[in-house]
């Protein structure tokens, strides 16, 4: 199966900067969606994204988030002004026809 | 909204047996019913999923079971190996397609050799 590739793979920065997350997912698909999982934690929603709009959002997805597809093809998940509690694994997915979702890599955001 | 709780949170088992784990969710409009299996460090992976006009599906070792009335679905693998250790996470949603999935805390599966 292709892979939905995410970049960076690891990220580290200090509270309260603005970090950018990348996901390169498989072409053709229309729903795209990020997740995060605090370490040994469950899978939560962030956000999900149709036809080039949010159709879906958490309550974890505050004024501090945002998503792009700024160029048609790479989806990007924005976070204005970092906080600790955002140290999370960051992952973007998508369905495939009538199938569970496919997640990209992974980013490993660290906020200190 | 919709509500998935898992169990147990951790299984050991020795290789050869079966695991069972159970999910139940609270909205009765969730119709999609996948399972993940995440290696550690590794990006959750789709493994079996099941939809609310299916009472079960089965997949070589793995099955699923789904009673729409009770809300509750379960994965059920056999002739357990130690390659299926693994975090396993049960989810639910509305639409396949458009809707966000809800997860279950997940289940720490380990195989003893």
């Known amino acids: 199966e292709p892979e939905v590739t995410q970049t960076p793979s690891h990220q580290v920065t200090q509270m309260g900067q603005e970090v950018i997350l990348r996901c390169v997912p498989i072409?053709?698909?229309?729903?795209f969606y990020w997740y995060r999982q605090i370490l040994g934690q469950k899978v939560e929603f962030l956000v999900s994204?149709?036809?080039?709009?949010?159709?879906?959002k958490s309550e974890i997805f505050d004024d501090q988030f945002s998503v792009e597809r700024p160029d048609g093809s790479n989806f990007t998940l924005k976070i204005r002004s970092t906080k600790l509690e955002d140290s999370a694994m960051y992952f973007c997915?998508?369905?495939?026809?009538?199938?569970?979702?496919?997640f990209g890599s992974g980013t490993r955001l660290t906020v200190v | 909204g919709e509500n998935v709780e898992q169990h147990p949170s951790t299984l050991s088992v020795q290789e050869g047996d079966s695991a069972v784990i159970k999910c139940t969710y609270s909205?009765?409009?969730?119709?999609?019913f996948p399972w993940y299996k995440q290696e550690l460090g590794k990006r959750p992976q789709l493994i079996i999923d099941?939809?609310?006009?299916?009472g079960e599906k089965k997949d070589q070792r793995i099955a699923v079971t789904l009673n729409k009335t009770a809300k509750h679905f379960s994965l059920h693998i056999t002739e357990t190996q130690p390659e299926d250790s693994a975090v396993y996470f049960c989810?639910?949603?509305?639409?396949?397609?458009?809707?966000?999935?809800?997860f279950g805390d997940g289940t720490t599966l380990t195989v003893k050799p």
């Open positions: 072409s053709n698909h229309l729903y």
């Open positions: 989810a639910a949603s509305e639409d396949t397609n458009a809707g966000k999935s809800t």
């Open positions: 997915a998508h369905t495939q026809g009538s199938n569970g979702y496919t």
């Open positions: 909205d009765s409009a969730s119709n999609y």
């Open positions: 099941i939809r609310s006009n299916v």
């Open positions: 994204f149709y036809n080039n709009e949010i159709s879906e």
